[in-house]
DNA sequence: CTGTTTCAATACGCAGGCGTATGGAAGCCA
DNA sequence: TGGCTTCCATACGCCTGCGTATTGAAACAG
């Protein structure tokens, strides 16, 4: 056999998602900032030759990044959890889901570092709002007010999003939560009321 | 009298302290990266040359903040708030305290802004410390286990922390909660274990 | 009035990062 | 074989920010 048809050009060729997987990971890490052209293409073994023929400018490239992440929110948690009826569990069975998405808990804990950055304005608040507002939505179907159910909703988001950027800022103050789920279900008990009493 | 002896210089040179307050005032709105030494001088109406003189480089002058931050810090939280007797009343106090500090959350999230900063992490880090050992000995003298102080201590300190950054990522989002105290009121009756049964 | 100290302006060199321009090499197509 | 397309390298100019060196000017001290 002559050679099994390498791929097509001896030495792979970068594609456009290659770059925009290279810039989440970064900003996963790293924070928008460091999304540099140069450095980038450093790392992936290139020149800025090659990302400015898949960019017209570094702007594209973070937004397309953003944009992915963007996309893949909505097909999540709005489409996943409004499915189950009960408000009780809905809500219970969303914190332990966020909470466990230990992925995009640090990419958005990333975006709030960058949330001058007028390019991830737009899509940290989009999250916010939607999150926020389904978070209001189920707490609202317990029976709650409209006022209590906000409350309520920006307390358990404001735990979470206080949680990942301690995970991302001081990894170390957390250690001493080795168990998540129950910490998780701490916050669950003290946010959603109980059918009956219930005690600590 | 004859004029109240006008500034020693006809205009006011700078001090140290102006630097370092101006400084701390940048990292409070936009972080640490954004404690440039030619735009500081900028804003202040001088050149370099001033900076220069008062300070051997830019890390010193960061490094001189942070210092100044964490000194207010010490002198404030552990002593103001371990007077108070019951532990009960101490950490609504507490709580009430933290979140109506606005100044100091907001500098607080800054900081989580530019937590990757190796310069910032330790501060970052004492304070975290601090302030979770603080809760933690709260919760205990409520009588809670290690491991729900811990819980409890965390959760309320993430919620913190989300909360200053939430108010700076997304204002725009805790605009729906006009009444902070009542927000923090929510979150101390879901942490604080009453004393007798609180209904919400 | 002279010298010293304190604070600041100016000018310079250097590094990193953006964006452009241009050339080149490998595959595809005829 | 020649040409077109795709992907990338190289080289350049620009701007911003750091840090240094040197000069200068106002206050103070004698």
Same mark, same amino acid.
């Given at each position: 056999?002559?050679?099994?048809?390498?791929? #097509?050009?001896?030495?792979?060729?970068?594609?456009?998602?290659?770059?925009?997987?290279?810039?989440?990971?970064?900003?996963?890490?790293? =924070?928008?900032?460091?999304?540099?052209?140069? #450095?980038?293409?450093?790392? @992936?073994?290139?020149?800025? =030759?090659?990302?400015?023929?898949?960019?017209?400018?570094?702007?594209? @490239?973070?937004?397309?990044?953003?944009?992915?992440?963007?996309?893949?929110?909505?097909?999540?948690?709005?489409?996943?959890?409004?499915?189950?009826?009960?408000?009780?569990?809905?809500?219970?069975?969303?914190?332990?889901?966020?909470?466990?998405?230990?992925?995009? =808990?640090?990419?958005?804990?990333?975006?709030?570092?960058?949330?001058?950055?007028?390019?991830?304005?737009?899509?940290?608040?989009?999250?916010?709002?939607?999150?926020?507002?389904?978070?209001?939505?189920?707490?609202?179907?317990?029976?709650?007010?409209?006022?209590?159910?906000?409350?309520?909703?920006?307390?358990?988001?404001?735990?979470?999003?206080?949680?990942?950027?301690?995970?991302?800022?001081?990894?170390?103050?957390?250690?001493?939560?080795?168990? @998540?789920? =129950?910490?998780?279900?701490?916050?669950?008990?003290?946010?959603?009321?109980?059918?009956?009493?219930? #005690?600590?």
């Amino acid at each position: 056999m002559s050679a099994p048809k390498k791929t #097509p050009r001896s030495i792979v060729p970068l594609s456009r998602e290659d770059w925009v997987k290279a810039a989440t990971n970064l900003i996963a890490q790293e =924070g928008i900032q460091a999304v540099a052209v140069e #450095p980038l293409a450093l790392a @992936l073994g290139v020149t800025k =030759g090659s990302f400015y023929w898949h960019f017209h400018n570094r702007d594209e @490239l973070i937004h397309a990044a953003l944009e992915a992440w963007e996309q893949d929110q909505s097909a999540d948690v709005v489409t996943r959890y409004a499915g189950i009826e009960d408000p009780r569990r809905r809500l219970r069975v969303l914190l332990f889901a966020a909470f466990e998405d230990v992925e995009n =808990g640090r990419f958005f804990a990333a975006l709030g570092v960058s949330s001058e950055d007028p390019r991830v304005q737009p899509y940290l608040w989009r999250a916010t709002e939607r999150r926020l507002a389904f978070g209001v939505e189920a707490f609202k179907a317990l029976g709650l007010s409209e006022t209590e159910a906000r409350q309520r909703a920006l307390l358990a988001y404001a735990a979470y999003a206080g949680y990942f950027q301690l995970l991302r800022a001081t990894p170390e103050a957390l250690e001493a939560v080795t168990d @998540l789920s =129950g910490y998780v279900r701490r916050l669950a008990d003290a946010l959603v009321p109980a059918k009956a009493a219930r #005690p600590s």
